[in-house]
């Protein structure tokens, strides 16, 4: 069975980084893409960050564009996103997605989520 596990997740003031973890469990193969999502508090889950199954294309939304960078290593099975430059509206929790081939079909997967905090 398909497990995420997200980790990373802290509080931290302004300005300051964090490093959010996606380890892959129980996947017989690399071929997913990965996603991070921002869940923000009372509001709704949303797409933050995506990177191929090749590692070689990457999308952001607007409001993280060169602040947060996703990446992957597949020999260790995990997804990362590098968090900079962090403003208090970055608040919530992050999960992440992977979309992986079984055969023919595309399915999704998702973890528990890790808490940001980003206050003074």
């Known amino acids: 069975q398909v497990q995420l596990v997200e980790s990373g997740g802290g509080l931290v003031q302004p300005g300051g980084s964090l490093k959010l973890s996606c380890t892959v469990s129980g996947a017989s193969t690399s071929i997913y893409t990965i996603s991070w999502y921002h869940q923000g508090p009372g509001k709704e889950r949303e797409l933050v960050a995506h990177?191929?199954?090749?590692?070689?294309?990457?999308n952001y939304a607007d409001s993280v564009k060169g602040r947060f960078t996703i990446s992957r290593d597949d020999a260790k099975n995990t997804g990362y996103l590098q968090l900079d430059s962090l403003k208090p509206e970055d608040t919530g929790a992050y999960y992440c997605?992977?979309?992986?081939?079984?055969?023919?079909?595309?399915?999704?997967?998702w973890g528990q989520g890790t808490q940001v905090t980003v206050s003074s």
């Open positions: 990177i191929g199954t090749a590692g070689d294309a990457t």
């Open positions: 997605r992977i979309h992986i081939l079984r055969g023919s079909t595309w399915i999704d997967y």
